[in-house]
């Protein structure tokens, strides 16, 4: 299932690579009051100079996720594209996209800024999108009471959004590939009948395989980070500028500066705010542990106490329990007419 991906435990270099720069770069793909209010929501660049000049190019498309697995912080899909020509030659020979775990903080953000700004070879050829889904929305999803909405049905859903809008507004999209780490060929099939004019792979370890997913993972990790980022600092000023020495770190549950922050922010009411999954089994469990500072007793669901509908009807004894009589003022009475 996909809600356990909070258990995987993380190496140590692993989790340092997850840990958010300090000096992240804020890209367009970063909307603050969304994220601070807990709104999932979509960006898309504008569509690049060296294909808008000619809709007729054909493009290679890749799609790859960030922070999957935290506890803390939304999970980002990414959607990167550009002419077919430049695939290899402009991403992996001139500047150097690889998954993004194997790149570092500093490198992964020095590539956002390049595909961000004008007059670049990245900007003018490569156009970009990212959907944002926040802690609030993913676990409202998992906890619903009418059919479990999984991590595995949100993830297919944000990558459809993001593919058909890029082909609502004209790119000549040819190839397609995505990095998954579920079934490649289900996720596959069901890819190509809703996309039946693009050549698609669905492959495990994508990222590393085709220059287009690994320049996505960067987008979507960056804008993960920078998001991470915006929901700590808010968090920070909230609690009066009492800024832990080592933060909340990476947001992975196996991360200690994780545990330690969530245990010692804990609402005795409220949890957390939207910067948390509580379906997540660690924030359900430090929730329900005994040494949660406040417990919630809720009844069972089939329990009515012996109650009737016409209970909620029936007059007590009296002038003043006669409540559908006296309903809208003093009561009717013959002296009236």
Request: proline share 5%; net charge negative.
């Given at each position: ?5 909070e258990?995987v ?7 340092e690579?997850?840990?958010p ?9 970063i ?6 209010s ?5 960006h898309?660049?504008?569509?690049p ?14 799609v790859?996720?960030?922070?999957r ?8 899909y990414a959607l990167?594209?550009l ?6 030659s ?24 390049k ?5 670049t070879d ?12 926040s ?20 993830a297919m ?16 999209v ?17 890819l ?5 004019t ?20 960067v ?11 915006v ?6 000023k909230d609690a009066n500028?009492?800024?832990?020495t080592?933060?909340?770190g ?9 545990s ?26 430090l929730l ?19 109650m009737?509908?016409t ?7 009296g002038e ?11 009561k ?6």
């Amino acid at each position: 299932m996909a809600d356990t991906m909070e258990d995987v435990i993380m190496e140590s270099q692993d989790i340092e690579q997850e840990t958010p720069p300090e000096d992240i770069f804020m890209a367009p793909s970063i909307n603050k009051s969304h994220i601070l209010s807990g709104k999932s929501y979509a960006h898309y660049s504008p569509i690049p100079k060296d294909i808008s000049d000619d809709m007729a190019t054909e493009c290679v498309l890749g799609v790859d996720e960030a922070g999957r697995g935290p506890v803390l912080g939304p999970m980002v899909y990414a959607l990167f594209y550009l002419p077919l020509p430049l695939h290899h030659s402009l991403l992996a020979e001139t500047h150097h996209f690889d998954d993004s775990k194997v790149l570092t903080p500093v490198v992964r953000s020095t590539l956002m800024e390049k595909l961000c700004t004008a007059d670049t070879d990245l900007y003018r050829s490569c156009g970009w999108a990212t959907k944002t889904m926040s802690a609030r929305d993913i676990s409202s999803g998992m906890l619903r009471p009418a059919g479990m909405y999984n991590l595995n049905a949100q993830a297919m859903d944000a990558t459809i959004e993001l593919i058909k809008e890029v082909f609502a507004r004209g790119v000549n999209v040819k190839e397609i590939y995505i990095d998954t780490i579920g079934n490649p060929m289900t996720y596959q099939n069901k890819l190509e009948r809703i996309f039946p004019t693009a050549q698609i792979t669905v492959a495990k370890k994508a990222d590393s395989l085709y220059p287009c997913v690994s320049a996505a993972s960067v987008c979507a990790k960056v804008t993960r980070d920078a998001a991470l980022d915006v929901c700590y600092e808010a968090v920070i000023k909230d609690a009066n500028g009492d800024k832990a020495t080592e933060g909340w770190g990476s947001g992975y549950p196996s991360d200690a500066r994780c545990s330690n922050w969530l245990k010692q922010n804990m609402d005795p009411v409220f949890g957390w705010g939207t910067e948390c999954r509580f379906s997540w089994s660690t924030a359900k469990d430090l929730l329900e542990s005994k040494d949660a500072p406040l417990k919630a007793d809720w009844p069972v669901e089939d329990e009515d106490y012996g109650m009737k509908m016409t209970d909620y009807f029936t007059a007590g004894q009296g002038e003043e329990g006669d409540e559908l009589v006296n309903w809208y003022g003093r009561k009717v009475s013959e002296e009236v007419f």
